[in-house]
């Protein structure tokens, strides 16, 4: 099966970014930094731009180090390392990441929307009940929902097995209906 | 693909996106500071490469568990219960294996010094 030439030219920029290439080191930061920022914001659950450019920050460094190629997708393979620092960040810290408040107040560094209005309601409404899940739940949903990996692949890109990230999955998404149908009936 | 998507959630993909900040993200700090990551990169490789410091990092890793083992392993042999016992008995043992020697040449082991028992006789 050959290769969509966009893909092969991400293999050979990443190739030439670990020989030391700045140049294409900057076009794949350019291409994949702000999907990458976006999925650290998601399994952070924390809308704060210096935390997710330091995660990407490390996810970029990882890809850069390791001999390991991705098998496909250049920008998934990198959205996955990036949800992996994500938790890694964030068993680190051992921060409360489930306390809701903390992520509508912590939101300095987001890109407004158009027009400069601010996070619309319904939003703070998806991010809150996003938040009341465990980081690990948020990586698992990202990956398999948001980057459609398969369970293996996320049970890979996160570290645990296949069995555990298919609970999570099933877990995590009943978990978010239920918050989400609890809160549209609030409204 | 399709097999992808089907088994994504639709509902949670869109609360997914709909979470997702909602202007353009601004990436020129990682350009910034994409010098001092490849940077950062060569040196891990390096430190990945270097035997030396791989062995140094496994002893950090390995040494105080193996202290704690044998730390553990001293204690329990010196607080096992049966030890003074065995040690009386291996003494009185040989004692009395000795004395027997002495007179007769016979140990209680059985065993029979030649020339101890050629005088003897």
Known sequence: MSQPSGERDDLALLLAARNGDDEAGEILVRRFGASMIRTAWSVMGRYSASEAEDVVQEGFIAALTTAALPQGDVGAWLRSITARKALDGLRQRKRRVEDPLEVIGDAQGEPAASGGLGVPLDVLGVRQALARLSAIDRAVLVLVDLEGFSMAEAANAIGSTTMAVKWRAVRARRKLRVILEGSDDND | ?121
């Open chain 2, 1 to 121: 693909m399709t097999d992808r998507r089907s088994r994504v959630d639709g509902a949670v993909r869109r609360a997914l996106l709909r979470a997702s900040p909602l202007g353009d993200v601004e990436v020129e700090r990682l350009v910034t500071a994409l010098p001092s990551m490849l940077r950062e990169s060569a040196r891990r490789r390096r430190l990945a490469a270097d035997p030396a410091i791989w062995i140094s990092a496994a002893a950090f890793q390995w040494l105080p568990r193996l202290a704690a083992a044998t730390a553990l392993l001293v204690v329990a042999a010196i607080l096992w219960p049966g030890r003074g016992i065995t040690v009386d008995a291996v003494a009185n043992d040989q004692t009395t294996s000795f004395g027997s020697w002495v007179s007769d040449g016979v140990s209680t082991e059985g065993g029979t010094d030649p020339v101890l028992a050629a005088l003897v006789e």
